[in-house]
């Protein structure tokens, strides 16, 4: 039970624990629910006629509150901007790998306190819409000096930290890639790897093939970083099944699946799908097919990808709206993927779900239900975000 200086928020509409066993269908739903959080953490859930007395009360009236969102991928740390390549990809030019090395230059001409900003702009900008926890790669600097700053920049942002040395080839190692991985296995994992959880790689054509990729990964797993791969966005190849064969934590984009590689994550307990919607909307690509996915049984997360090139947004709300029209997720899918899924895809169990002992990060909507995130695109939803405790908007 909760002592006296916590905070209850009563009279929630309709309250998404992520918790079946705490109310109806896979998302716990609860009608006219009370939350109760005490220092950084939930203390009590249910009907808010039973809610304990508090000397805090929020009362939610007609609102719905879900768990804060779970961003399992971005590349906030960065400088420049690609606004000329975006504008030339809406008049017809396409979406390649090559763009990275601009974001590169400018990344590496960037002051630390350049990096800083930037990424606790994108950080707090994700925040107000009800984004609460945020991984965050490198993958700019592709030097041992400037990936291990943007290592160092990110921790300052979260706890989810990625080393993506592995993102493109170096320009300077283009004519000797073998020379890159050497680099990226050696003296940038023992610079990089103090700061980082994960270890990512973007396995793809232009960027690094299967037996690249896998070697980068087993270098990070031997020094405790755990696998995730940026997979079969732009082409069908092997990154997907590499995730899976390696205990991945996730695979990233899946957009290009064979019955294999969706075989191989619906019989994954460990790889999580992570669909980044954004991605394809703004290269103006086949949305990956989530429904396919659901159906055959493997875990999805969404998220928005937020980073300068392929993907400049940081609003999971939209990326909700976007997989519910455009990618055959129910909104109750969605959602569940938005929170709870982006949790598995971090490991996580503190977060993105509202249950007692948790961690108190909740998303007030500014609407009856959870469903009107995809219900009401583009409209800003978010009326109240709390993040261990505090409220932060
Ligand atoms: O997840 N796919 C590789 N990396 C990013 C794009 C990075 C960029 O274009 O700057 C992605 O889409
Ligand atoms: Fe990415």
């Known amino acids: 039970m909760a002592d006296a200086t916590a905070t209850a928020i009563t009279h929630i509409a309709s309250l998404v624990t992520n918790d079946p066993s705490l109310g109806s269908g896979p998302l716990g739903l609860i009608q006219d629910a009370a939350v109760v959080i005490d220092g950084d953490r939930v ?14 009360r929020i009362v939610a ?26 504008n030339a990809r809406m ?16 990344t590496r001409a960037a002051s630390n306190n350049v990096l800083h900003a930037n990424a606790g702009r994108y950080v707090r900008e994700a925040l107000r819409q ?33 080393y993506l040395g592995a993102h493109i080839v170096a320009p300077e190692f283009a ?40 070697a980068v990964l087993i270098a990070g797993a031997a020094r405790g970083l755990i696998p995730r791969v940026h997979a079969n966005q732009l082409s069908y190849g092997p990154g997907v ?13 899946c957009t290009h699946l064979t019955d294999a590689d969706v075989d191989a994550l619906a019989s994954s307990g460990e790889t999580v799908a992570t669909l980044l919607p954004g991605a394809e909307f703004s290269t103006r690509a086949e949305y990956p097919d989530a429904r396919r996915l659901l159906d055959a049984g493997a875990r999805v997360a969404l998220s928005p990808d937020c980073n300068p090139g392929s993907s400049f947004t940081s609003s999971m709300a939209f990326c ?22 982006g949790a598995a895809a971090l490991r996580r169990t503190d977060v993105g779900r509202i249950a007692v002992g948790a961690r108190a990060d909740l998303l007030l909507l500014d609407a009856p239900s959870h469903v009107h995130l995809a219900y009401r695109p583009g409209v800003p ?3 109240a975000v709390w993040r261990g405790g505090e409220l932060v908007k």
Not at 134 to 152: F, H
Request: aromatic share 6%; glycine share 10%.
């Open 381 to 383: 939803l978010a009326a």
């Open 61 to 86: 009236e007609g609102r719905a509150l879900i768990p804060g969102f779970v961003d399992s991928h971005s590349h906030v740390v960065f400088a420049g901007d690609r606004t000329e390549e975006f």
């Open 175 to 214: 004519d000797d890639p073998a020379a890159y991985v050497d680099l990226v296995t050696g003296p940038m994992l023992d610079a990089c790897a103090p700061y980082a959880r994960w270890i990512d790689v973007f396995c793809e054509q232009g960027a690094f093939d299967g037996d690249q990729a896998r």
């Open 130 to 162: 009800g984004t609460t926890t945020m991984e965050i790669k490198s993958g700019y600097g592709l030097t041992v000096e400037d990936e291990s700053r943007a290592l160092a920049v990110a921790a300052a942002h979260t706890d989810e930290v990625t």
């Open 91 to 106: 008049s017809g030019r396409a979406y390649s790998a090559g763009g990275i090395r601009t974001t590169v230059a400018a």
């Open 241 to 253: 099944r590499l995730a899976v064969e390696l205990g991945a934590a996730s695979a990233d984009h």
């Open 43 to 56: 203390a009590w859930v249910g009907e808010s006629s039973k809610a304990p007395a508090t000397d805090n």
């Open 320 to 341: 909700v709206a976007v997989a519910v029209r455009e990618m055959g997720m129910t909104p109750d899918e969605a959602v569940l993927a938005a929170t709870a899924g």
